[in-house]
Structures are given as structure tokens and as C-alpha cells.
């Protein structure tokens, strides 16, 4: 049984304890850690063992109470006289092999540990200089296990130490020292250093005002010894989470790292808009606001019931699945902590929520600080797994019949607010159909089925690849493997609109009108009716169409007509045989797959990505019809606000969008608070949202409760030369201009071949990607709805590469290379 360990090899916390664990790892890491060694908690056992001595609390039938310190300082002495009463076993001193001079630091079994760090619990005793030096150091760091004020914090607490390592260590002199907080308390995108001239002893104790500093997490770093914020990162990056770093510097200026913890109190919340900016690109109203927040919380439990999540789970997440958005800047944000705190109710709730962050393209966050095994007993456990097994395989037998089934639900829906009958509808009428929309907003469950299976499938099958083929990136591999789907109903209003403008009707009247609005009154009226079944059919597709304030196709049917122009210049292959090649290439990267694979994981790579595939098609299947029921409920809405106006209640019919729905209710019912004020409410909403900024970060971290700064974020980056880089979405490599497009409306402008350079795409961006050459995307992931498109019709495209709107100039001419995700600017 070894009782000295070098600190290097003493990396086991339950032999070493945590402070000298930790500071092990950090030696490791080649950080400038003093060296030394450990005292293990084992010669801890085997002199309590001689001297007959046990820790106060080791005795089930005691009567300390952490509001006696009478009885706790009795019981504190009794402990340390057994402890001296015993001399230290001359083996041990004789291990420890003294560097004087140096200290012996107290390093518990359960020290440092979240949610109980123990900080000032437990003595360290230096400098020790002597061989008696040492014994007395060890004896004194040993009694303080049981000390008066250790006593009454484990009490208070309800924590107990599973015992006692020492470190002794080579003592550095100080020439200055102090703490380094990784994550600033109160503005977590920031550092906070505390630091004093000598030893830091009055500065952990209290004892006297630190000077301090603040410095950013990246750029100028004035007055920091060394680098002291490379080395704070370095260990919050190897310990997972933000540190509390206690550091020296020597009289020759070297700085010394003594202890690294895991920063006590409430950690800061992760947020990022990445996916969400797709779907909700601009400042997001009050009225959609409300839909957002009520629709995913009632898609997260709705999927946690369906799954057969225990409902005392459930409830004790509820407050993580009320906050699963926010809103920061005008822009609707995942929670990511919320999220992790949600996923953490479901066995393997680490692993789903890795899965998520991938697919949403979120950036990893700390695992929630309690998960499913921390609750319920074992057996109690395994039964649940087992149920939720069995429900999940139950649920997705049929997941093609479920989505089919939510379509009819929306098609019920379409058909029963189509525009027309919303003209002579009442007040009563439209409050009815607005609530019919919060009901199927409400009941998610189906549609975020087949969202969970593609989350699910797609990340399995990246991991497999990149385990199972780790010098093949996996990113461009995914995009072959995923290009070309047949099926994708985003397919069709490109495939529709193509054969619009093969019509020789609609050519000659868009040659003979060169506006566009006149060209639509001009249209014969066989073309018309053509016009008319495609605005039917996919003109409630277009950019912004989940917003509620973007008007669509269906609302200015003259601007499908200056895509059909774009169409009709175009005499290239058609849709369908794009596609076609595409699914060839996919066909082929599937072989040359299969061919690298171990035998063994063949058949299940070919399930996983048929899995995917299919999983794919049937969440485009969900989000078309997501689309036609937004765009309904901003028909219904519209009406409902000219009826308010009309009564004097809103000053203006499209004040609806700046109340929420539950406001809209009341004010409609009559059961508002405040029903005349509803139009000062509006009006102040209404120039609040106008102020919004252009631009926000897609992560923020903020301490709770905190909001980020409405300020945009920098000024006008200047063009970058060279090269910028993000994710390959689509493989291959084009050369063209480049066309800067803030919306889809603008799409005229696109030559063919063109590269394509947007802030973000969702599926109303389709009928555009067709023209484009190339396509470069600010935001996004993989499986963003313009990345499938992109795919589909072999577009080369680079995705997430951050401000490319503003770095690239209009008819710049660009390099982009799908396949390694970089930008080229000529």
C-alpha cells in the first residue's frame, strides 16, 4: 500500500483528495504547478488507526448540531489530542523526502467538489523547514479534519469529507499573489483578478481589499503577470467548467499556479440563437414572442410524456422547460443550461443533449448538475429505462403515419381560415381560430417526433463515421451522404415554379411588361390560373415565413413573377436532373463508405443512414406544414386586428403584433386589465422593436437573470482579404461573383451561377438556391434547411461563416470550396 505519492502520479481523489488531484492534472498538463508530494488519505487511516482516534462524525449516533459550537469545539479537541497523541510513523517522514522549505496543505476527500468546496474548512501549515517541522504540520493539517468550524460546515451542509490527503509542497516566495476568477460573477465573458503584494493568506481570509482587475477572454491583457489568462483558460478547458485560480509570482516574475476549484455559486447560462436565427432571422414581435415560449415548453413535456418520462420528473424540471427561450437584442435564444437541466430528466440525458448541441450547430455546455441517476433507486431506474425503451420503439413504428397525421391536422386548419372566409368572419369567429392555433401549437408531440428521430440519426451516424473513419473529416462526408434526397417536399415549389416559366405565355408577358405587378394583371387567363394553383399550392413558402410579419407569395403574388423572370433567363438543366446528379453522387459516397468500413459496422452504418435519410424527408414534411400554419394565423391575426382597430381598442389593425396572444384574448373577450391602454402598450412595443440592433452574438453567456446588451455588437468589419472559413455544408468548388441578398424577394438580381452570400436560409429561400452557383451562409448547421436544399442541387456551400454579409462585396469575385469549408475572396 503506498502512502507517499508523487503529486504528478497522484491523479486518484479518492487516494490524493481533490485539491492535490486536481493540481496533479494541472502538473500534468505541463502547467507551472510547485512540485511535491502526497500524503495519502491512507496514512490518514492508519494513524487515526494507531492513536484510536474517530472523526466525531463517523459516529451515526451523534448529537452535533451545527448551532452548538460549544459541543462542536469539545468534540474538535478530543479529536485533535487522540490525533497527537500518537508520534507520526518515522516510514512516512522518511517517504515525504522534505524540500525546505515547504507546506503542508490539507487536500479532502471531497474537497473542491461542486456545491461544496470547503474552502477555509481544513488548515494548511507552512513553512515547514524541519523533519519535527513536518510531523507537527501533519498532525496539526490531520486534526483539522475535525475541527470546530470543518464540523459545523458539514453539518450545515449536509456534506461530509470521505477523508484526508496532505500535499506537501515546495513553498514559492512570493513576490505577489492572488485569485483568478475564469468567469467574472457578474459579467461572465469576462476575467476577474483579485491580487495583493506578497502571499495571498489575508486575501482567501478576508482580511484585506485586493486590487483588481477585469480583462476580456481574448484581445489586450495590460497588467496581468505572465500569462496568467492563458493559463485560467487552460484549466477551465481541463476541468470542464470556470475556476477559482489561486496563483504566486515569484521574485524572478514566474507565475505559479497553487489551486485550481471549480467556481462556487450560481454558474452564468449559455444561450445561443444558432438554428433559431434560421427559422426567426430578425427582431421577433411580442406576438410571436408568446407563441415561442408557450409552443416549446409544451414541446419539450409533451415529448417527455409521450416518451413515458416519469411525471415527478417532469415537474421537477419545470422550471428549466418555462425558460427553454428567451430573448436577448430582439432575438429568440435556446437556453442552453435550460436544455441540459430539461435532457438531464431522460436516461442518457448527456448524451441527447450532445446531440442536440451538434445538430443545432450550439457550441458543448457543462452537463447539468444533477441527471437521472442522481434520483430514484437503481431498481427503480432500470424498470423506468425499460419503459421508455419500449415506448420510444412503440412511437416511431408508425413515425410516417404520425406526421401524416399532423398534416391533416393542418390542412384541417388551412381549409377551415383560407383567406375568403376570414372576410366576413366576427371578432368571436377569429378568437376562435386563434385559440384553435395555440391548441395545435400546443400538441408538438408528432412533428417534434420526427425533429428527435433526425437529431438522433444524424448525430449517431456522424459519430460513427468519425470513430469508424477518423482521418476522413466527417462533415463533407455527411453532405454526400445526405445530397440528393428523393422525396424532400422542398423540392416542389422550385420543381413548380421551373415549369411556370417554361410556360411560352408567361415568357412573352414578362418580355412584353417589365413590372412585375403589371405583368401579373396582363397574364391570360390560363397562364393566370397556373399563376394562381403554384400561390396555392407553395406560396406561403418564403423567407421569413415562420415571423408572422413577412408578407408572403400568397400576400404579393407580383413578386413570384420576378423569380419566374430569374427562371426564364435561365436556360441551364432543369430542377429534377440537378437533383438526379446529386443523387447519384450520394448513391457513390454511400459505396465508398461501405467499401472503407470495417465489415462489421456495414449493416449498421446502412440502417443508420437509410434512418437518417428517411428522418430527414419526414421532418421537411413537418416544417412545409409549419410554414402554411403560420401563415394562416397571421391571416387570422390581421383580421383580428382590424376588428379591434375598428372599435377604437388598437390605433392601428397591425398593433396585434406587438401584444401577446394571451393579451390579444383579453382584449378581444373584453377581460383585459387595461383594454384603452392596450394602444399605448402597442405604440411603445412598437418603437422598441425598431430599435432592436441588426446584429447579435449567436452565444452569449450571462449570469442568471441577466439580459444582453441591446447594443450591436462592433462596428463594420472592414472587407477581409484572403480567406474566410466556416463548415462545408454541400461539397465541391465554384468561382463566381458574389450576390449579397438580405431577403429572397431580391433573388432578380442572381445571375446563374452566381454564389450566394446570406445571413441565414430557411426553406423559402429554396426557389432562390436553384439560380445560385455557390452558396455562403452566416449562420447555420449541417441539417439547416438551406444546407438540405443546397445539397440537392450540388450548390458547393460553406455555412456558418460569421459575418460574410459584411466582409464580402457585392460582385466580388469568390472562391467557395464546399468540400473544406473555406471562402477565397478574390
Known amino acids: 500500500m503506498t502512502l507517499v505519492l508523487r503529486l504528478e502520479d497522484a491523479l486518484d481523489p479518492r487516494v490524493a483528495g481533490g485539491k492535490a488531484a486536481r493540481l496533479a492534472r494541472a502538473r500534468r498538463l505541463g502547467l507551472p504547478v510547485p512540485d511535491g508530494v502526497v500524503v495519502s488519505a491512507r496514512a490518514f487511516e492508519a494513524h487515526l488507526a494507531r492513536a484510536g482516534a474517530a472523526p466525531p462524525l463517523a459516529r451515526a449516533d451523534h448529537d452535533l448540531r451545527p448551532d452548538d459550537p460549544d459541543g462542536l469545539a469539545r468534540a474538535a479537541a478530543a479529536f485533535a489530542a487522540r490525533v497527537a497523541a500518537v508520534d507520526v510513523d518515522p516510514a512516512l517522514l522518511d517517504a515525504v523526502a522534505l524540500e525546505a522549505p515547504a507546506i503542508a496543505r490539507s487536500s479532502g476527500l471531497g474537497e473542491d467538489a461542486p456545491g461544496c468546496s470547503f474552502a477555509g474548512q481544513l488548515d494548511s501549515i507552512g513553512p515547514v523547514t524541519t523533519r519535527a517541522e513536518l510531523a507537527r504540520a501533519l498532525v496539526a493539517v490531520w486534526s483539522s479534519f475535525a475541527s470546530a468550524r470543518a464540523l459545523a460546515y458539514q453539518l450545515a451542509r449536509g456534506a461530509r469529507l470521505g477523508g484526508l490527503a496532505v500535499l506537501v509542497q515546495r513553498l514559492v516566495p512570493a513576490r505577489r499573489a492572488g485569485v483568478l476568477f475564469t468567469r467574472h460573477p457578474a459579467r461572465p465573458a ?117 416518451f413515458g418520462v416519469a411525471p415527478w420528473r417532469l415537474e421537477r424540471v419545470a422550471p428549466a422547460l418555462r425558460r427553454l427561450v428567451g430573448f436577448h437584442g430582439g432575438r429568440v435564444y435556446y437556453d442552453l443550461t435550460a436544455v441540459r437541466e430539461v435532457l438531464a430528466a431522460a436516461p442518457l440525458g448527456d448524451d441527447l443533449a450532445a446531440l442536440f448541441e451538434r445538430y443545432v450547430g450550439a457550441p458543448p455546455t457543462p452537463p447539468a448538475a444533477r441527471g437521472w441517476r442522481d434520483l430514484g433507486s437503481r431498481a427503480g431506474q432500470a424498470l423506468e429505462a425499460l419503459a421508455i425503451a419500449a415506448r420510444v420503439a412503440w412511437l416511431y413504428r408508425d413515425l410516417g403515419a404520425r406526421v401524416a397525421r399532423f398534416e391533416a391536422r393542418v390542412d384541417a386548419y388551412a381549409g377551415a381560415t383560407a383567406p375568403p372566409l376570414l372576410v366576413a368572419r366576427g371578432q368571436a369567429d377569429l378568437l376562435a381560430d386563434l385559440r384553435g392555433f395555440v391548441a395545435l401549437r400546443t400538441d408538438w408531440v408528432d412533428p417534434g417526433l420526427a425533429d428527435v428521430a433526425a437529431m438522433v440519426t444524424s448525430g449517431l451516424l456522424a459519430r460513427l463515421l468519425e470513430r469508424a473513419l477518423p482521418d476522413r473529416p466527417s462533415a463533407p462526408l455527411m453532405a454526400r451522404l445526405l445530397g440528393g434526397l428523393e422525396g424532400l417536399v422542398s423540392a416542389g415549389p422550385v420543381d413548380g415554379l421551373w415549369a411556370l416559366s417554361r410556360d411560352p405565355a408567361l415568357r412573352d408577358a414578362l418580355d412584353r411588361e417589365p413590372d412585375d405587378r403589371a405583368a401579373l394583371a396582363a397574364l391570360e387567363r390560363p397562364t393566370r390560373r397556373a399563376v394562381d394553383a403554384w400561390l396555392e399550392a407553395w406560396g406561403f413558402r418564403c423567407s421569413g415565413e415562420l415571423t408572422l410579419t413577412t408578407p408572403s ?104 403584433w406587438f401584444l401577446g396572444w394571451q393579451e390579444l384574448e383579453a382584449l378581444a373577450l373584453g377581460g383585459a386589465l387595461d383594454p384603452r391602454g392596450a394602444r399605448e402598450v402597442a405604440a411603445l412595443r412598437r418603437r422598441r422593436h425598431a430599435a432592436w440592433p441588426s446584429r447579435v452574438p449567436e452565444v452569449i453567456e450571462l449570469a442568471p437573470g441577466d439580459v444582453h446588451d441591446d447594443a450591436a455588437d462592433g462596428g463594420e468589419p472592414a472587407p477581409a482579404p484572403g480567406e474566410l472559413t466556416g463548415t462545408g455544408a454541400a461539397p465541391g468548388r465554384v468561382t463566381a461573383p458574389a450576390r449579397v441578398l438580405e431577403h429572397v424577394a431580391e433573388a432578380g438580381r442572381l445571375g446563374r451561377g452566381d454564389v450566394l452570400v446570406v445571413r441565414q436560409t430557411d426553406p423559402g429561400w429554396a426557389a432562390a438556391l436553384f439560380l445560385a452557383g455557390g452558396l455562403v451562409v452566416e449562420r447555420g448547421g449541417l441539417l439547416s434547411h438551406g444546407a438540405i436544399v443546397a445539397r440537392e442541387y450540388g450548390l458547393p456551400t460553406v455555412i456558418g461563416v460569421r459575418d460574410a454579409t459584411r466582409r464580402i462585396a457585392e460582385g466580388q469575385v469568390v472562391t467557395v470550396d464546399g468540400s473544406a469549408g473555406r471562402v477565397r475572396l478574390a
Open 190 to 306: 469576462t476575467l476577474l483578478i483579485e491580487a495583493v503584494d506578497g502571499p495571498a493568506e489575508d486575501l482567501v481570509q478576508g482580511r484585506v481589499e485586493p486590487t483588481r482587475l477585469e480583462v476580456g477572454r481574448d484581445g489586450p491583457a495590460d497588467g496581468l503577470p505572465g500569462d496568467l489568462r492563458g493559463l485560467g483558460l487552460r484549466l477551465e478547458q481541463a476541468f470542464g467548467a470556470p475556476q477559482d485560480v489561486e496563483w504566486v509570482v515569484d521574485p524572478a516574475g514566474a507565475v505559479h499556479v497553487v489551486q485550481s476549484r471549480d467556481q462556487t455559486g450560481a454558474p452564468p447560462r449559455r444561450w445561443t440563437n444558432a438554428n433559431l436565427i434560421e427559422n426567426f432571422p430578425g427582431p421577433v414581435t411580442p406576438l410571436l414572442a408568446s407563441v415561442l415560449t408557450t409552443g416549446y415548453e409544451h414541446l419539450l413535456r409533451g415529448l417527455g410524456r409521450a
Open 553 to 656: 407569395f400568397q400576400d404579393e403574388p407580383w413578386r413570384a413573377l420576378a423569380l419566374a423572370r430569374a427562371y426564364a433567363r435561365d436556360d441551364g438543366g432543369s430542377p429534377a436532373a440537378r437533383a438526379a446528379a446529386q443523387a447519384a453522387d450520394r448513391r457513390e459516397a454511400g459505396a465508398e463508405v461501405r467499401a472503407a468500413l470495417p465489415r462489421a459496422l456495414r449493416s449498421a452504418f446502412g440502417r443508420l443512414l437509410t434512418a437518417t435519410q428517411a428522418s430527414i424527408a419526414l421532418r421537411e414534411r413537418a416544417r412545409l406544414k409549419q410554414a402554411l400554419l403560420y401563415s394562416r394565423l397571421r391571416r387570422v391575426v390581421m383580421a383580428l386586428g382590424e376588428r379591434l382597430a375598428a372599435r377604437g381598442l388598437l390605433e392601428r389593425p397591425d398593433d396585434v
